[in-house]
């Protein structure tokens, strides 16, 4: 379930998800300079019910996006980044 949420959050942040799944997940924009704001992080959404708002996609794809190391999260090429994700599930699988 990790994998496909974090696939689908590349494929928003590099346009090649539908337009309804881009307005929900934003790409984080520092309100100044920062050594932090070249890491392409999404903007992590706020809830209110402790119950069901920490599953919704717009919380946890930003989550388990931040999550991933920076060369992941860097990487351009859909190919390149699903096996270098793959990789770095099976790694922190075993």
């Known amino acids: 379930i990790e994998f496909k949420i974090q696939l689908l959050a590349f494929k928003i942040i590099n346009q090649l998800a539908p337009p309804c799944l881009q307005d929900i997940v934003k790409i984080y924009v520092p309100s100044r300079s920062l050594h932090s704001e070249n890491t392409l992080t ?49 790694i922190h699988a075993f």
């Open 42 to 90: 999404l903007h992590l959404g706020h809830y209110k019910l402790k119950t069901f708002g920490g599953h919704s996609f717009s919380v946890s794809a930003p989550a388990l996006w931040n999550a991933l190391p920076k060369d992941l999260r860097m990487c351009n090429n859909l190919f390149t980044f699903k096996q270098k994700l793959k990789t770095f599930h099976f």
